[in-house]
């Protein structure tokens, strides 16, 4: 079974900032459009972000746009999410998504907790 490898979570500070990375043991990423999305026990999986397989902008979700960055570094067979400014409703599992016509991979999720 193919899988996304989430990394980069942790605890930080309101006001802090974080680095997610989504690789893939067998996958090359760079034919897929890459998204991260973010689960807060109880509730629904929302979009925060995504980059297309072609490149263009990336689209971002209200709450978090002018605050992450999603790119990718082909070369590195990654795609990250610069997480700037935190806030505690940013805290949550985030997951990584990649998918393409006929393909649609999850990984297992990485732990962002934003407190004091």
């Known amino acids: 079974q193919v899988q996304l490898v989430e990394s980069g979570g942790g605890l930080v500070q309101p006001g802090g900032s974080l680095r997610l990375s989504c690789t893939a043991p067998k996958l090359f990423l760079g034919y897929f459009a890459v998204s991260w999305y973010r689960q807060v026990q109880g509730k629904e999986r929302e979009l925060v972000a995504e980059t297309l397989s072609s490149g263009g902008a990336a689209q971002y979700a209200d709450p978090v746009k002018g605050r992450f960055t999603i790119s990718r570094d082909n070369a590195k067979n990654t795609v990250y999410l610069q997480m700037n400014n935190l806030k505690p409703e940013d805290t949550a599992v985030y997951y990584c998504?990649?998918?393409?016509?006929?393909?649609?991979?999850w990984g297992q999720g990485t732990q962002v907790t934003v407190s004091s």
């Open positions: 998504n990649a998918k393409s016509y006929t393909q649609n991979h």
